[in-house]
């Protein structure tokens, strides 16, 4: 360090100057190549209805044509392809659940039907029981119906 010192003392003030302007120069110099060589190049529009169209839209104009409908176009038969497998399935589950109803009520009214069979039987039976006892006239009848019990005893 002391020879730099040294070596800088013996220098005269025209040749310091010249060496602190050169030494920056050299590095801003270094500096623009080096920006230059990373930075990517912008390509310039070769025609102005590049220009035109990039400027009608903020998105892919691609996206815009025919790649960009036929993906839609996709997209959607797959949503009504799907959708129809649901209501195929819905459709298969009501129609099983219709057929259980239908089985459950014929199941039940067979059973009612029998039921109400039985009670009209049980019904006529007493029905012809009660046609074949006695008739009473109607003077028996008020006779039954006042009450006539033994006397009180105190």
Do not use: C, F
């Given at each position: 360090?002391?020879?730099?010192?040294?070596?800088?003392?013996?220098?005269?003030?025209?040749a310091k100057r010249?060496l602190?302007v050169?030494s920056?120069?050299?590095?801003?110099?270094a500096?623009?190549?080096a920006?230059?060589?990373?930075s990517?190049?912008?390509?310039?529009?070769?025609?102005?209805q590049?220009?035109i169209?990039?400027i009608l839209t903020?998105?892919d104009?691609r996206s815009?044509?025919?790649?960009?409908?036929?993906?839609?176009l996709?997209?959607?038969?797959?949503?009504?392809d799907?959708?129809?497998?649901?209501l195929?399935?819905?459709?298969e589950q009501?129609k099983?659940?219709?057929q259980s109803d239908e089985?459950?009520f014929?199941q039940?009214?067979?059973?009612?039907?029998?039921?109400?069979?039985?009670?009209?039987?049980a019904?006529?039976g007493?029905?012809e029981?009660?046609?074949?006892?006695p008739?009473l006239?109607p003077?028996?009848?008020?006779?039954?119906?006042?009450p006539?019990?033994?006397p009180?005893s105190k």
């Open positions: 360090m002391a020879n730099v010192n040294a070596w800088w003392s013996g220098l005269s003030p025209n010249n602190a050169g920056i120069g050299s590095v801003l110099l500096t623009i190549i920006l230059a060589w990373v990517p190049e912008v390509a310039k529009p070769s025609s102005k590049a220009v169209q990039h903020d998105s104009p815009l044509g025919i790649d960009g409908i036929s993906a839609q996709r997209d959607l038969l797959q949503k009504n799907e959708q129809a497998r649901r195929a399935a819905i459709e009501q099983r659940e219709q089985l459950r014929k039940w009214t067979s059973a009612e039907r029998e039921a109400y069979e039985a009670k009209l039987k019904v006529t007493e029905v029981s009660l046609k074949n006892k008739t006239s003077q028996t009848m008020s006779d039954s119906s006042s006539q019990g033994p009180a």
